[in-house]
């Protein structure tokens, strides 16, 4: 087996010829976010989850997704810095705009929605609650299956494939937060994303200089 050196966040390794820069890491129990990679399923880097800094033959350091980005020799990686938080982010901003969205389609006309947010000693909570139509116990412990449709006339005129509680729950996930929901019929919906404390000290520490 050929073998090649890299650095990453400092530190060196031998690392397999030919592979990428997510495998590298996993073979250095070096934790790095992903969302769409499936191995030999969905290789493509499309939602920018798992975006790391690479440094090759002394280059300034630039962002490349990490699930199919082949390792090089002499290559340096940073798997946390301030500019890959900040993209990382835009994930999250995703997940509230879809949490909100939803909430707007289970409403009728002249529904209300409440967007809140609570900080205790546990962590932080985010909240988007709305009085539409709510849902059953059976359609609630489905709703983040992929391809789970509670309406399945509303999804298909608006074009929904029902993977959008799905994704976010695996956005939440990769982002070490929580995602839940409380439902009854006709009392609306409560969507719920929580971060505990030490999930914030570790994001924390990945933007301290």
Do not use: W
Not at 115 to 136: I, W
Request: one cysteine or more; a neutral charge.
């Amino acid at each position: 087996m050929d073998m090649i050196n890299v650095k990453i966040n400092g530190v060196a390794y031998s690392v397999e010829k030919g592979c990428t820069v997510l495998e590298a890491a996993k073979a250095a129990h070096i934790d790095i976010p992903t969302l769409c990679y499936l191995k030999d399923i969905n290789e493509i880097g499309a939602c920018r989850l798992c975006l790391v800094e690479v440094s090759e033959g002394g280059k300034p350091f630039r962002m490349v997704t990490a699930c199919v980005y082949p390792c090089t020799d002499g290559m340096e990686i940073k798997t946390t810095s301030p500019k890959i938080t900040a993209s990382r982010k835009m994930n999250l901003e995703l997940l509230l705009s879809n949490l909100t969205e939803n909430a707007c389609k289970a409403c009728n006309a002249g529904g209300k929605i409440e967007l809140g947010g609570l900080h205790t000693e546990a962590g932080k909570t985010f909240y988007v609650k709305d009085n539409g139509n709510g849902m059953t116990s059976e359609q609630l412990s489905q709703i983040t299956v992929p391809f789970y449709r509670t309406d399945r006339s509303r999804n298909r005129k608006d074009g929904g494939t029902g993977l959008g509680l799905a994704l976010c729950k695996r956005i939440a996930e990769a982002h070490g937060a929580t995602l839940s929901f409380t439902s009854a019929p006709g009392e609306g919906t409560t969507a719920t994303l929580f971060f505990s404390t030490e999930t914030q000290k570790f994001y924390n520490s990945m933007t301290t200089p």
